[in-house]
Each structure stands twice: as C-alpha cells, then as structure tokens.
C-alpha cells in the first residue's frame, strides 16, 4: 500500500520528465535530420572529397559511444569554447550529431534504392540535377526511409536515458532521484520502464500511419 | 562541305561520337543526323552501343570525343545551361519507361512543365491532359504508374516528352519491355507521330514497323555503324547486307517461337 501512495506521490515529478525525454528525442531527431539528409545527398551524388569528408564524420559519430560523446562535448568541447547551454540542451544537440550519422545512412540506403533511370529520365526532360532530386529522388526517397526512422527513434528514445549522467532531469534521473529516496526501487524502475514503453510505442504507431498515410497506390518494391 | 551542309540543315546532328569505358571502345566514331520529317532507325545486335549512341545525342553518357548540333548549334557540353537547352529540346523514350513512381499520370507530365517550364500548376495540368489524350489515356490521369499496364506507361512516358515541345524524339527500343499483346498501342502512337512528321531516331527491332515507316536504316555492330541506307534497299532480299542476315535469324526466331510457347519470352525480349 505504501508503495503504490509513494508511486503515486512522485508520478507528477516524474512525469515532467517525460516532457525532457520527449525535448531530447524530437529534438534530436530534428537535428539529425536537417543534417543527415544533406549529408546522404553528398555521399550518393557529391565528389570524391565530400564523399570522403561525410564518411569521416560518419565513422566518428557511428564509432564513439554515445556517453563518451556526451562527455566529450558538455565537459570538454563546450567547455574549451566557452559555450554555456543547459544539459538538455548540450544533451540534444550531441544525440541529434550522433542521430544524424545514423540517418544519413538510412536515407543513403533509400536513395540508392529510387531506380537511377528516374534521374535520367528527369535529366531528359531537361530538368537540372537539384530538381530531378528535390522533386523525384526525395519524395520517393523519404517514403521509404520511414521504416529505418521508426528504428532510429526507438534507439535514440533509450539512448536519451544516457544523458542522466550529465544530470539531464529526464524519466531516468527523476526515477533514479525517487528511488534513492524512498527504496521503492523495482516499482519505480518498472514504472519508468512502462512509461519508456509506451512513448515508444506511441511514436511507432505514429510512424506506422505515415507511412501508409503516404503509400503510392498500387506500388511495393517488390513489384 | 557536305558534312557541313549535313549538320546546318539538319535539326539535330551528332558527329563523330566516340566513347570509351574503361579502355573499352564502347562508340567508334559514329555520326547521325536527322531533318524534318526523318525517321532513322537504330538496328544491330544487343552490346552493339545503340543504346549508348541515343543517350549520347542528349548527352546523358559523356561522350570521349565529337560534338553535337542542335539547329546548326554547336553545344557545348561543359555548359550545364547548354545541355539542359540540349535535352529540352530532344524527347527521350526509355526502354522501361522511367516513369516517376510517385506521381500520377498526369504529375508525370506536368512535372518538368512546372520545373523547366515555369508554367503555373493549372497550365501544366492542362497541358499534361491534353498530351494524355494524345496518346489516348485521359481517362487514366488520375493512375500511379504501378497501377497501369506496359502499354500505358510507355504511352504516358512518350506524352511526357511530348509535353515539352521537342524537336526531336529518341526512342531506345520502346516496345521491347512490353508483353507482345502490349505492343500494338505503343506502335500506333509511334506510328501516328511519324505520320505528322515528328523527327525521330529509334532503337528497334520492329522489323515491319522499320519497313513501312524508316526513312533510313543504320546497323551498328560493336559500337559502328557497319550499314546504312533506305530499308528496301539494305532489307531487299537479294541484298547481301549484314542487315538481312540479322533480321532474316530475327524472323527465325519468331517462327520458332510461334511453334514452342514457352520460349515466346526469350524471343521478344531484348533480340
């Protein structure tokens, strides 16, 4: 009985933080997205440098663990330039240049996979290569990378849990604030582990609708 | 000075393309030049560069060498600017159609309207219906390309270049992709295009179509043109031209192919 009115009592507190997690997530899967997608553009089509660049800082961010990376930036780089931003601030930015590693590769995999002839066909009608691939690789292109998001979201929702160690007040660190209060530690983890659960599903269902939501008819890859 | 005269009266000229991939002679040296009214047809066996030949025309290959006239123009092919005027004004018909999976029908068509055009959405849509009902699809408008046949979808693809007011049509083996039963409405649109004039190059192997419409007949083999002249006289059949030789194995195939149903695939596509 205890333990449910202890639940209770600190489920507000807790649940502000999800607001935190669901600021670090979006947050950062906007970051990545805004780079990621120039990114996966100049690896398919850009020149050998900028392809080596992208590579570079693809390996990088894809190479170090995201903690280290969290370290790395909020007690070091930010430091080093002086640049004072709040932990959950810091925090998104570092998952959103980590994320945007990750979804470069996702929409490389998509756009590579639009049929070349398309271009060509774009090319023939003498439309130049920015057109042709803003307005047929992309559309296409995105459609198919939303699968390979829904993952990057469920993966990027948990990795947001790491920030806690920076003292990010998210789900994680407020659970862990109450549980070393009050002991109540199963129940409150399992409490944090269903809310995790069901911001994950959420975001899934969510994806799952865009993506039928914007099917072309009548078409599947493997057709 | 007859070259010269060639490439000032002709509407679209390509001289003395050659090109290499790798240190493979893919083109040797090959010139086509088309005026009003032509209707130059591409023959030769498969790996032979027709293919390569017509997308060097509107330079979708780089060429190595040679140059390319459009009215007289000489392009130049480092210009992009050059090169859009270039293709704008050459229609291309692709083998597999090339259509834009996520776009109607009639967005397939009214796309580079908008893009290239600079026509407002409601004057490209019009535009791209009209041309639909050309090649006899209005009432298909509204279809994504998964949802139409072969036939349709070559159709659209060749309404789509056609929106674009080309001067000049190439056509790389256009019913080659489709089923046999499919290829009868492809034709006929062709056909309806030569008969008002459109003028074209095309890579087939239509033999009946290539007799009653080709005003001239170039066969390529490994990456030359080896023949070339009026159909009758390369197709006539005391000729002794490489030509015949290759339609008349191209006829055998497809008595052998009428007698054994099941190989009726390897014979239409890609001889």
Known sequence: MQTIITILENMPYIL????????????????????GLPLAIGQVYGSRITRLAISLYVWFFRGVPILLLLF???????????????????????????????????????????????????????????????????????????????????????????????????????????????????????????????????????????????????????? | MTNENNIKNALLSAQNISVTLGNRLILNDVSIS????????????????????LQCINQLIPTDSGSIYLEGERINMANNASLCHLRQNVGMIFQDFNLFDHLTAVENISLALRKVRNLSKEDANDRARKELNRVGLANRAGLYP????????????????????????????????????????????????AAHGMPMIMATHQMDFVRSLATEVLFME??????????????????????????????????????????????????
């Open chain 1, 16 to 35: 502000m933080g999800s607001f935190i997690t669901l600021y670090l997530v979006i947050g950062a899967l906007f970051i990545g997205f805004i780079i």
């Open chain 1, 72 to 223: 790395l930036f909020y007690f070091g780089i930010f430091n080093l330039i002086s640049i004072n931003l709040d932990v959950a601030t810091v925090s998104c930015i570092v998952l959103g240049l980590a994320s945007s590693a990750y979804q470069s590769q996702i929409f490389r995999g998509s756009i590579q996979s639009i049929p070349y002839g398309q271009l060509k066909a774009g090319r023939a009608l003498g439309m130049t290569d920015s057109q042709s691939i803003r307005s047929i690789i992309l559309p296409q292109a995105l459609r198919l990378s939303i699968p390979g998001w829904s993952n990057e979201y469920s993966i990027l929702l948990k990795d947001s849990a790491l920030c806690f160690a920076l003292g990010a007040p998210d789900i994680m660190a407020r659970t862990h604030f109450v549980a070393s209060r009050t002991y109540e530690y199963l129940p409150l983890y399992i409490t944090a582990a269903f809310l995790y659960f069901l911001i994950t599903l959420a975001g899934v269902r969510l994806l799952r609708y865009l993506e039928r939501r914007f099917a072309i008819a009548g078409y599947t890859l493997s057709a």
């Open chain 2, 222 to 271: 490994s990456g030359s043109i080896i023949e070339q002249d009026k159909p009758h006289v390369l197709l006539a059949s005391t000729s002794k031209s490489r030509t015949l030789d290759f339609c008349s194995k191209l006829n055998n195939l497809r008595q052998v192919a009428e007698h054994s149903p099941e190989i009726t695939c390897t014979a239409n596509s890609n001889t």
């Open chain 2, 146 to 193: 998964a949802q139409l046949s072969g036939g349709q979808k070559q159709r659209v693809a060749i309404a789509r270049a056609l929106a674009m007011d080309p001067k000049v049509l190439l056509l790389d083996e256009p019913t080659s992709a489709l089923d046999p039963e499919l290829v009868g409405e492809v034709l006929a649109v062709i056909n309806d295009l």
């Open chain 2, 34 to 53: 088309v005026g009003a009214g032509d209707l130059k047809v591409l023959i030769g066996p498969s790996g032979a560069g027709k293919s390569t030949f």
